[in-house]
């Protein structure tokens, strides 16, 4: 009895893997967090300039990292950014365009990093 249940702890620690990170919902919510505070940020009115800026999420993508376990997990935030200017004369002026924001989660800081784009080479 005792060598049956010695078998069947030493079978179920062979199938452990060690400590898990952290899931995609995990992840995926943190992220979130990070593309409201980017776009809370992004829309401060500026009264010198009088510019007003909408961003709008367009996506949050997390994608696995295989065999990186410090750094499991790639995220991008797409965002649209719709921004008016209105000149002295009450003209306003608009532009659109669509910003990214690439990341890295990093499981030992537990938080996602900011990842900088290379410069194009010259």
Same mark, same amino acid.
């Given at each position: 009895m005792v060598l049956l249940a010695a078998t069947l702890a030493g079978? $179920?620690?062979c199938g452990r893997k060690?400590?898990?990170g952290?899931?995609?919902?995990?992840?995926?919510?943190?992220?979130?967090?990070? $593309?409201d505070t980017l776009k809370r940020?992004?829309?401060k009115l500026d009264p010198i300039l009088r510019? @007003? $800026?909408?961003?709008?999420?367009?996506g949050i993508d997390v994608t696995e990292r295989p065999n990186d376990?410090? @750094?499991?997990?790639?995220?991008?935030i797409r965002f649209k950014i719709r921004s008016e200017m209105r000149d002295e004369q009450g003209v306003v002026t608009a532009d659109?365009?669509?910003?990214?924001?690439d990341y890295v989660y990093t499981a030992s800081?537990? @938080?996602?990093?900011f990842q900088l784009q290379p410069s194009p080479a010259s």
């Amino acid at each position: 009895m005792v060598l049956l249940a010695a078998t069947l702890a030493g079978l $179920a620690a062979c199938g452990r893997k060690g400590p898990e990170g952290p899931r995609r919902e995990v992840v995926t919510a943190l992220l979130q967090q990070e $593309a409201d505070t980017l776009k809370r940020d992004g829309e401060k009115l500026d009264p010198i300039l009088r510019v @007003r $800026a909408t961003w709008t999420v367009e996506g949050i993508d997390v994608t696995e990292r295989p065999n990186d376990p410090d @750094r499991p997990w790639n995220g991008s935030i797409r965002f649209k950014i719709r921004s008016e200017m209105r000149d002295e004369q009450g003209v306003v002026t608009a532009d659109e365009f669509e910003r990214h924001f690439d990341y890295v989660y990093t499981a030992s800081l537990n @938080r996602w990093i900011f990842q900088l784009q290379p410069s194009p080479a010259s």
